[in-house]
């Protein structure tokens, strides 16, 4: 069966790093749009980031210049370095993996990150 697994998410301060990681077990990897989205207690699910087969990369304009996406095909796994975190990017984050021009797809159950002092 097809799942996504994240991994990374904790509490940090303000200002600080933190990497997410999501790998996938699904054959279609290499072939999809990964994304990190993100769920803030009370909002709507937003994107934050994503990374298409071919290299092409989006960013929400909140996270532009702090966040970082990457893929790894060979692994199946999509990571998102982020830096100069602030408290508005506390939420849970979930990686998401969909075939160009379709939409829903598969999607991890979710880490949580807490930016807090």
């Known amino acids: 069966q097809a799942q996504l697994v994240e991994s990374g998410g904790a509490l940090v301060q303000p200002g600080g790093s933190l990497e997410l990681s999501c790998v996938a077990s699904?054959?279609?990897?290499?072939?999809?749009?990964a994304a990190w989205y993100r769920q803030a207690p009370g909002k709507e699910r937003e994107m934050v980031a994503s990374?298409?087969?071919?290299?092409?990369?989006n960013y929400a304009d909140s996270v532009k210049g702090r966040f970082t996406i990457s893929r790894d095909d060979a692994k199946k796994r999509v990571s998102l370095q982020m830096n100069s975190l602030k408290f508005e990017d506390t939420g849970v984050y979930y990686c998401?993996?969909?075939?160009?021009?379709?939409?829903?797809?598969?999607w991890g159950q979710g880490t949580q990150v807490t930016v807090s002092s």
């Open positions: 699904t054959s279609i990897f290499s072939r999809s749009i």
């Open positions: 990374i298409a087969g071919g290299g092409v990369i």
């Open positions: 998401n993996l969909r075939l160009p021009a379709t939409s829903g797809g598969l």
